[in-house]
C-alpha cells in the first residue's frame, strides 16, 4: 500500500499562484502513475493532471492547461503542482493519488486505488 500526504493548500485570490506538495511513502515502487485530483462540493471528483512514472508522459485536463504545471522529485518521493493563474472555479478540495495498473494514462479517478486525505484550495474572486 502507498501512502499519501498533502499539504501546500490555502486561500488566494484570483489569478494569485499556489504549490501543492504530495509525500508518498510505503510501496512506491508498486506506483505507476501518480496525479492530481479535485472535487469541488456538489461536483463529481475529476482530473486535474497526472504523471507517468516509467515514460514521464503527462496528461492535463482542459480546465487547466497551460496554467497548472505538475512535477516530481524522485529522491524525495514528491509530487507537486504549481497552479498559476487561478480562477474561482478551482476552488476544490485536492488529492494526491497513485495507481498500480499500467493502464493508468487517464484522468478517471476510477483507476487510481491510493489516496491522500485531501488539502483544500479557496479561490476569491
Known amino acids: 500500500q502507498v501512502q499519501l500526504q498533502e499539504s501546500g493548500g490555502g486561500s488566494v485570490q484570483a489569478g494569485g499562484s499556489l504549490r501543492l506538495s504530495c509525500v508518498a511513502s510505503?510501496?512506491?515502487?508498486?506506483?505507476?502513475?501518480m496525479g492530481w485530483f479535485r472535487q469541488a462540493p456538489g461536483k463529481e471528483r475529476e482530473g486535474v493532471t497526472i504523471?507517468?512514472?516509467?515514460?514521464?508522459?503527462?496528461l492535463y485536463g482542459d480546465s487547466v492547461a497551460g496554467r497548472f504545471t505538475i512535477s516530481q522529485d524522485l529522491a524525495k518521493n514528491t509530487l507537486y503542482l504549481q497552479m498559476n493563474s487561478t480562477k474561482p472555479e478551482d476552488t476544490a478540495m485536492y488529492y494526491c493519488?497513485?495507481?498500480?495498473?499500467?493502464?493508468?494514462?487517464?484522468?478517471?479517478?476510477?483507476?487510481?486505488?491510493?489516496w491522500g486525505q485531501g488539502t483544500q484550495v479557496t479561490v476569491s474572486s
Open positions: 493519488a497513485a495507481a498500480r495498473t499500467p493502464y493508468c494514462y487517464s484522468l478517471n479517478p476510477a483507476i487510481y486505488s491510493d
Open positions: 510505503g510501496d512506491t515502487y508498486r506506483t505507476n502513475c
Open positions: 504523471l507517468v512514472s516509467g515514460t514521464r508522459s503527462i
